[in-house]
């Protein structure tokens, strides 16, 4: 008996196109609230942007499918990501899926493992101190920006080693925002106007220029990388990087420290055009996801004195009388349950594509061979059907006996062989930043008026200023935590290097640490093989994709829809 021929579910289409444009306008104007509004036309939905069709698939379960399941039947690829392969190159992020990606994501991913990222974790506390304690007490300070500095000094701290000159790192912080601005602008205009010479086209080539010539001097800082290799030309066509024939260190010594350190020692080193791509692409990738989440976590701590006060006390059992260590981290379940909860409720990506390499099927929708197909975790995770309430902050929906609920569409780090290789380090940079700025300061105050979001790379506040101070003990609330352990106001370095916490010189003038023994660090939240692997249900480590052989799994099930919410949607 012959099978029927399937006959595919109309797919609806959004309404409010307009001739020319499309969706384009609602995309441009109020993205949050149209993509939210999708899910009420069905699993798959087709917008038009321009001239093209595309599809949004609005139902978590579809997405896993594009994901995970059906994956080889959807690349890696859409109109943003041609724009940023121009900026990336060969990034992680934007190489076409196959064999070049699977052998960097397998080169890459050890230094991303719990373990690895343990290693960085107080060099990482060190930094954020530094910077934490640099702030004057009732300044009014940009919150975004100042969480962007955070996460960026972190990671290059992490990426580099500890030993990065100050002006280095100076140079990073001060153009690494720049092009952030410049990139959005090449994915918002069409690739024709990317290309033509305008000045502020030529002033970005100009900066990601400068920022790999950055890139390569911290590489050579290392003294791993023959400063002798000359760069590669990417339009040279006999250029050898692109058979991967021409390492960058033949005879590298082992780097001192720093998760790009594995790159340069690697059996098949990465080429330097390579390992620039690579920097580039995890710096980008590294700062504003985690910096915006922490503005937003910060904000809502402000509104929020009950979870502010669950915070502190947390904080004062697990750490006493002294600084944060990076073994306190385990002990700090509902700070994780806050940050989940901020990185559920506001994204932080919003929109990913994918191109269909063939005609495909997708719940019995038929999307044509060439589409584009757009999933947004901020859709799944805004569905009132798997978050009810989901304008509603409440960390206590990630609690141990709620989470498994909610889970299954969580899809915030995405899934499959593309899943997001910085879950770990995201999460224990998110934590320690906010336990750093909650033991500096006991008063954290939103002094501009509330912030909408706006969704550019991320969905970032649009305004977000905050005084930090201590709380007047005469005022203090007696349920109040006792904060003995908070660093005292105007500590020096010295001070609190003296209370356990740095433990190491550092440059006066940058903060920038300068080597030094960092205090043993068990494995704790950080597990890994240093021995002592805690399985925290919550922050389960490399669902959905296993590097070593390429094997992709799920890895969590998607949870059948529970009725609830009232089905509000402000697209916040
Ligand atoms: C809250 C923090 C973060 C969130 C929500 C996030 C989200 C995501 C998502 C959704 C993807 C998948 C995109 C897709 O399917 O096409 C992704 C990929 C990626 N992320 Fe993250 N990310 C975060 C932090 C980081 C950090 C800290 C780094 C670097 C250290 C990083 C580096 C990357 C890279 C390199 C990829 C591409 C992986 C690949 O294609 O193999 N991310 N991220």
Redesign the pocket.
């Given at each position: 008996m012959t099978t029927p021929p399937v006959i595919p579910v109309p797919t609806p289409t959004a309404p409010g196109a307009l001739p020319l444009l499309g969706h384009a306008h609602r995309l441009a104007r109020d993205p949050l609230p149209f993509i939210t509004s999708l899910r009420r036309h069905g699993g798959v939905v087709r917008i038009r942007i321009g001239p093209t069709d595309a599809y949004v698939v609005t139902d978590p379960e579809l997405t896993r499918r594009v994901?995970v399941t059906d994956a080889g039947h959807y690349a890696?690829g859409g109109r943003i990501i041609d724009a940023l392969r121009v900026f990336f190159g060969d990034?992680?992020?934007t190489?076409a899926d196959g064999d070049t990606?699977l052998r960097n994501?397998r080169l890459?991913q050890p230094m991303?493992n719990k373990a690895h990222v343990a290693t960085r974790g107080s060099a990482m506390i060190d930094q954020v101190r530094a910077m934490v304690e640099g702030w004057r007490e009732n300044e009014k300070r940009d919150v975004f920006a100042d969480m962007n500095d955070l996460t960026l000094a972190a990671?290059l701290v992490a990426l580099f080693g500890t030993d990065l000159p100050g002006h280095l790192r100076a140079e990073f912080t001060a153009l690494m925002p720049v092009i952030m601005k410049g990139a959005i602008r090449q994915t918002v205009l069409p690739s024709w106007a990317t290309r033509l010479p305008l000045p502020a086209n030529r002033a970005h080539a100009e900066r990601v220029a400068r920022l790999r010539e950055l890139v390569d001097r911290a590489i050579d800082h290392h003294g791993t990388s023959p400063s002798s290799a000359p760069p590669d030309d990417p339009d040279d066509p006999d250029d050898p990087d692109d058979a991967d024939t021409g390492p960058t260190c033949p005879h590298a010594p082992p780097a001192q420290g720093g998760l790009f350190a594995a790159l340069l020692t690697a059996d098949r080193p990465l080429t330097r055009r390579h390992l620039q791509d690579e920097a580039i692409?995890?710096l980008t990738?590294?700062i504003e996801?985690?910096g915006t989440?922490l503005a937003w976590t910060l904000y809502e701590i402000s509104r929020h004195p009950d979870v502010e006060r669950r915070l502190r006390t947390e904080l004062a059992d697990a750490c006493g009388d002294r600084p944060l260590r990076p073994t306190d981290l385990e002990n700090l379940p509902y700070a994780r349950q806050v940050l989940q909860e901020a990185?559920r409720k506001y994204?932080?990506?919003w929109m990913?594509?994918?191109t269909a390499t063939r005609d495909v099927e997708l719940g019995g929708h038929r999307i044509p061979e060439g589409a584009d197909v757009i999933w947004s975790?901020y859709l799944h995770q805004h569905d009132p059907a798997h978050f009810p309430a989901p304008d509603v902050f409440d960390p206590d929906r990630w609690a141990p006996h709620r989470a498994p609920a909610a889970r299954g569409s969580f899809?915030?780090?995405?899934d499959?062989?593309?899943?997001?290789?910085?879950?770990n380090?995201?999460r224990t940079?998110?934590q320690i930043v906010l336990a750093v700025i909650l033991q500096r300061w006991s008063r954290i105050e939103l002094v501009s008026r509330a912030p909408r979001p706006q969704a550019v790379v991320t969905v970032r506040p649009d305004t977000m200023s905050m005084r930090y101070g201590h709380r007047d003990t005469a005022t203090a609330s007696v349920d109040d935590p006792p904060r003995s352990w908070a660093v005292p106001r105007g500590a020096s370095p010295q001070a609190v290097r003296e209370r356990g916490g740095l433990g190491r010189g550092r440059e006066p003038s940058t903060g920038a640490v300068s080597g030094g023994g960092a205090p043993a660090c068990r494995a704790g939240v950080f597990g890994g093989d240093q021995g002592g692997e805690q399985t925290q249900p919550l922050f389960r480590e490399g669902t959905g994709f296993r590097g070593a052989d390429g094997h992709v799994e799920s890895g969590s099930g998607v949870v059948q829809p529970e009725r609830g919410g009232d089905g509000f949607e402000d697209g916040r």
């Amino acid at each position: 008996m012959t099978t029927p021929p399937v006959i595919p579910v109309p797919t609806p289409t959004a309404p409010g196109a307009l001739p020319l444009l499309g969706h384009a306008h609602r995309l441009a104007r109020d993205p949050l609230p149209f993509i939210t509004s999708l899910r009420r036309h069905g699993g798959v939905v087709r917008i038009r942007i321009g001239p093209t069709d595309a599809y949004v698939v609005t139902d978590p379960e579809l997405t896993r499918r594009v994901l995970v399941t059906d994956a080889g039947h959807y690349a890696k690829g859409g109109r943003i990501i041609d724009a940023l392969r121009v900026f990336f190159g060969d990034g992680l992020a934007t190489v076409a899926d196959g064999d070049t990606h699977l052998r960097n994501r397998r080169l890459v991913q050890p230094m991303f493992n719990k373990a690895h990222v343990a290693t960085r974790g107080s060099a990482m506390i060190d930094q954020v101190r530094a910077m934490v304690e640099g702030w004057r007490e009732n300044e009014k300070r940009d919150v975004f920006a100042d969480m962007n500095d955070l996460t960026l000094a972190a990671f290059l701290v992490a990426l580099f080693g500890t030993d990065l000159p100050g002006h280095l790192r100076a140079e990073f912080t001060a153009l690494m925002p720049v092009i952030m601005k410049g990139a959005i602008r090449q994915t918002v205009l069409p690739s024709w106007a990317t290309r033509l010479p305008l000045p502020a086209n030529r002033a970005h080539a100009e900066r990601v220029a400068r920022l790999r010539e950055l890139v390569d001097r911290a590489i050579d800082h290392h003294g791993t990388s023959p400063s002798s290799a000359p760069p590669d030309d990417p339009d040279d066509p006999d250029d050898p990087d692109d058979a991967d024939t021409g390492p960058t260190c033949p005879h590298a010594p082992p780097a001192q420290g720093g998760l790009f350190a594995a790159l340069l020692t690697a059996d098949r080193p990465l080429t330097r055009r390579h390992l620039q791509d690579e920097a580039i692409t995890l710096l980008t990738g590294a700062i504003e996801t985690t910096g915006t989440t922490l503005a937003w976590t910060l904000y809502e701590i402000s509104r929020h004195p009950d979870v502010e006060r669950r915070l502190r006390t947390e904080l004062a059992d697990a750490c006493g009388d002294r600084p944060l260590r990076p073994t306190d981290l385990e002990n700090l379940p509902y700070a994780r349950q806050v940050l989940q909860e901020a990185i559920r409720k506001y994204g932080p990506a919003w929109m990913v594509t994918r191109t269909a390499t063939r005609d495909v099927e997708l719940g019995g929708h038929r999307i044509p061979e060439g589409a584009d197909v757009i999933w947004s975790p901020y859709l799944h995770q805004h569905d009132p059907a798997h978050f009810p309430a989901p304008d509603v902050f409440d960390p206590d929906r990630w609690a141990p006996h709620r989470a498994p609920a909610a889970r299954g569409s969580f899809l915030a780090f995405g899934d499959g062989r593309r899943k997001c290789i910085g879950e770990n380090f995201a999460r224990t940079e998110l934590q320690i930043v906010l336990a750093v700025i909650l033991q500096r300061w006991s008063r954290i105050e939103l002094v501009s008026r509330a912030p909408r979001p706006q969704a550019v790379v991320t969905v970032r506040p649009d305004t977000m200023s905050m005084r930090y101070g201590h709380r007047d003990t005469a005022t203090a609330s007696v349920d109040d935590p006792p904060r003995s352990w908070a660093v005292p106001r105007g500590a020096s370095p010295q001070a609190v290097r003296e209370r356990g916490g740095l433990g190491r010189g550092r440059e006066p003038s940058t903060g920038a640490v300068s080597g030094g023994g960092a205090p043993a660090c068990r494995a704790g939240v950080f597990g890994g093989d240093q021995g002592g692997e805690q399985t925290q249900p919550l922050f389960r480590e490399g669902t959905g994709f296993r590097g070593a052989d390429g094997h992709v799994e799920s890895g969590s099930g998607v949870v059948q829809p529970e009725r609830g919410g009232d089905g509000f949607e402000d697209g916040r």
